[in-house]
């Protein structure tokens, strides 16, 4: 981890921040303990770095808004939507120094647990995918993906969607739900009397896992940070999680058979929990309970 830039970058503008707000003691994890044991800064040696995954900019919405922000009445419902499609991946990156031979299970023992948060306050919804892009937090990045795939829809949605991660269509053309599941989360969305363009759809991790896996909790863990900045940024009135994965990262929450139909809160956001489509495909008995949910939705933002 030591000779990884991008892993020392985040590091040196973490610890400068903290240094800021004037905390002079850290804990480490014994692994990052071992890495700064071993690496000797060299004299003269750059201490400024950008904040991970390059530099904020552009003009997006007012990226220090709350959540909650009540919108203004002459605010439009609905704007043209727009796809942020990344560049796609030249070829898998080295694989990560303490992975194990089976890369489903790998695990990263040396990133510090103090990096969990990542500061993306000066991130704007045309900046944050660049960050995504470039995004080593977790061993997805090294184990195959084409691309990162980092939202569809409007920035200004009153609904947002938020799944659990890309599959093999939606990493070969860097949108998510543009697979099968994906065609029939558009149906639900039209049946709610909207337009897929309408809404906000985002996922919890942006990289594909292997074979179309569940992401592993600290991959989740790991991508969080990017789907709450773009809750922040779209400030939705209300969002649906569709499946366990965002149920856990997003909410906390584990058992979504018995949790779903019921109405959560998320930064004062109210948050239905549903069903993932793809499930919906497997199990087409339980597309009446999925409706059903919906409905409530549908009530919430006052769509007859």
Same mark, same amino acid.
């Given at each position: 981890?030591?000779?990884?830039p ?21 804990r480490l994890?014994?692994g ?6 071993e690496?000797?800064?060299?004299? #003269?040696?750059a /201490? &400024?770095?950008p904040? !991970?995954?390059g530099? %904020?900019?552009?003009s997006?919405?007012d990226?220090?808004? *709350?959540? #909650?922000?009540? /919108? &203004?009445?002459?605010? !439009?419902?609905?704007t %043209? ?7 796609p991946v *030249? ?5 990560l120094q303490h ?5 489903q299970?790998?695990?990263v023992?040396d ?16 900046t944050?995918?660049a ?5 080593k937090r ?19 949605a ?18 998510p ?5 994906g065609?029939l ?8 009397r909207?337009?897929?363009g ?10 594909r ?6 992401p592993?909790e600290?991959?989740?863990?790991a ?10 940024l ?12 965002p149920f856990?990262?997003l909410l ?8 779903r ?14 069903y ?5 495909l497997?199990m087409?008995?339980k ?6 949910d ?6 919430k933002?006052?769509?007859q």
């Amino acid at each position: 981890m030591a000779d990884d830039p991008n892993i020392l970058d985040t590091v040196i503008s973490w610890l400068e921040k903290e240094k800021r707000q004037g905390r002079r003691r850290i804990r480490l994890s014994a692994g990052a303990q071992r890495v700064f044991a071993e690496t000797k800064p060299s004299a #003269g040696a750059a /201490r &400024s770095a950008p904040a !991970p995954g390059g530099t %904020p900019g552009g003009s997006g919405r007012d990226a220090h808004a *709350p959540v #909650g922000t009540a /919108r &203004s009445p002459d605010r !439009p419902t609905a704007t %043209p939507s727009y796809r942020h499609t990344a560049t796609p991946v *030249p070829a898998p990156a080295p694989a990560l120094q303490h992975e194990t031979r089976n890369a489903q299970h790998a695990t990263v023992s040396d990133i510090p647990s103090d990096l969990s948060m990542l500061d993306l306050a000066a991130y704007t919804l045309e900046t944050l995918p660049a960050a995504v892009a470039a995004c080593k937090r977790c061993r997805l990045h090294a184990l195959g993906r084409t691309r990162t795939v980092f939202s569809d829809g409007s920035p200004t949605a009153r609904l947002m969607f938020i799944g659990e991660g890309p599959g093999a269509d939606e990493d070969a053309q860097g949108v998510p739900f543009v697979g099968a599941a994906g065609q029939l989360l558009t149906r639900m969305i039209e049946a709610m009397r909207l337009k897929r363009g309408e809404v906000y759809i985002a996922n919890i991790v942006k990289c594909r896992p292997p074979g179309n896996r569940t992401p592993l909790e600290d991959e989740g863990g790991a991508c969080l940070p990017y789907v709450q900045r773009q809750v922040e940024l779209v400030k939705p009135e209300v969002i649906v999680v569709l499946g366990a994965t965002p149920f856990l990262h997003l909410l906390g929450q584990k058992g979504i058979m018995a949790g779903r139909g019921k109405w959560y809160d998320y930064r004062g956001i109210p948050v239905m929990a549903t069903y993932h489509p793809a499930f919906l495909l497997r199990m087409s008995g339980k597309k009446a309970e999925a409706w059903a949910d919906l409905q409530q939705v549908m009530k919430k933002l006052g769509i007859q």
